[in-house]
């Protein structure tokens, strides 16, 4: 599925006392700054996770500051342990379970031929798109459960059918992955009532990738990016499940 225009609007007070996780939301110019703010305005409770802690504590407190209710932790998401404790924290604070997860932890490094890759760059990839994604997914399962919500994993363009992966195998590969899992947790959660859908976007207009490819180029908008997240994880979307929407 290909997204030409925005996503029909949804409620206004659709999102207000709800409780959200975000993974891989802490750094200030990346997309995460944006969706987290748009699930702020909405009246949610934030939940950011991410590696640095620093970080994360700033921007919420950052969403505190403009009459949101958010809460930072930091996490190594590929650390099931961690994580597991994690939900254990984030349930204490959510006793009506979690509205929606939104998975954006992730990255991307300049790719090389295959032959030349190295395998240190394939493992960091699958670890931090993929592993993210999985640990992630499985420890705040149970959340989404208990609200009947749903969960936004963050595939990529380089992962559907068609596009060049030249040089970046290990990206596209890991990427390919996360679309698997959703599709898994789709087909598997429907009956608890989760439902699980994908982006992938093409280069978003991010700090890093002005500062890696510059200015110049077409670019999917952060703002668009925050409007088909919040639109997925609404009342509206409720027919949809288990489908990637393809923006830029």
């Known amino acids: 599925m290909s997204a030409s225009s925005a996503p029909s609007s949804i409620p206004a ?6 409780s959200v996780i975000l993974t891989g939301a802490g750094r200030k110019g990346q997309a995460g700054e944006v969706v ?12 950011l996770v991410d590696r640095d802690a620093e970080r994360v504590k700033e921007r919420a407190s ?10 930072g932790f930091a996490c190594d ?52 798109n993929l592993t993210t994604a999985f640990v992630s ?13 749903a969960i936004v994993y963050f595939a990529a363009a380089a992962a559907l059918p068609g596009v060049s992966v030249k040089n970046m195998a ?14 898994a947790v789709a087909v598997e959660e429907r009956p608890n009532g989760v439902r699980a859908n994908a982006l992938a976007p093409t280069a978003i207009r991010t700090d890093e990738n002005i500062a890696s ?4 180029r077409e670019y999917v908008e952060r703002e668009t990016v925050a409007a088909w997240v919040l639109w997925l994880c609404s009342s509206v979307a409720g027919p949809v499940t288990g489908q990637v929407i393809r923006l830029g």
């Open 13 to 18: 007070d659709e999102l207000r006392g709800r």
């Open 36 to 47: 987290s703010a748009a699930f702020a305005k909405r009246g949610a409770t934030v939940f």
């Open 77 to 128: 998401l590929t650390d099931p342990a961690a994580v597991g404790e994690l939900a254990g924290n984030v349930a204490n604070l959510a006793p009506h379970g979690v509205t929606a997860l939104v998975n954006l932890a992730g990255g991307y490094e300049e790719g090389a031929p295959v032959a030349a890759t190295e395998p240190a760059t394939w493992h960091n990839l699958f670890a931090i």
């Open 170 to 183: 290990a990206y596209a590969a890991a990427k390919t992955g996360v679309i698997t899992l959703m599709r």
């Open 62 to 71: 950052e969403l505190e500051r403009d009459g949101a209710t958010a809460h």
């Open 137 to 149: 997914t499985r420890a705040f399962l149970p959340l989404v459960r208990q609200a009947r919500g």
């Open 213 to 216: 490819m510059g200015a110049a």
